[in-house]
């Protein structure tokens, strides 16, 4: 079954650190651009970061630039997110996507679902003292 997985959530106290991981199952990452995204109870999914097939380009929502770093290492078909300065607002089931992209200088962090390939089942982050 070709699938994303996400591993790495966790409950971590307010200031604290996360990596996230993405990994392809089935199929190889390298030609795909990878977004993150996260979604909190009652709130809408909200676009994180993303990187383009390669990792030469990343993109970044504003609330999370100099916080969240996006990385990639194609030989090991996993994409990162490490996470720092965590507050309680970044609570959240976060999920990674995949979009065919290869040679692709742009990334996606707004989307339907269906604009994308694959979609992992999501990793839940509690950020709490």
């Known amino acids: 079954q070709l699938q994303l997985v996400e591993s790495g959530g966790g409950l971590v106290q307010p200031g604290g650190s996360l990596t996230l991981s993405c990994v392809g199952s089935?199929?190889?990452?390298?030609?795909?651009?990878i977004s993150w995204f996260r979604q909190a109870p009652g709130k809408e999914r909200e676009g994180l970061s993303c990187?383009?097939?390669?990792?030469?380009?990343?993109n970044y929502t504003d609330s999370m630039k100099g916080r969240f770093t996006i990385s990639r290492d194609n030989t090991e078909n996993t994409v990162y997110l490490q996470m720092t300065s965590l507050k309680p607002e970044d609570t959240a089931v976060y999920y990674c996507?995949?979009?065919?992209?290869?040679?692709?200088?742009?990334?996606?962090?707004?989307?339907?679902?269906?604009?994308?390939?694959?979609w992992g089942q999501g990793t839940q982050v509690t950020v709490s003292s």
């Open positions: 996507a995949a979009q065919w992209g290869p040679y692709s200088r742009l990334c996606p962090l707004t989307g339907t679902p269906e604009q994308f390939d694959y």
């Open positions: 089935g199929f190889t990452l390298e030609r795909y651009v």
């Open positions: 990187i383009t097939w390669r990792g030469a380009n990343t």
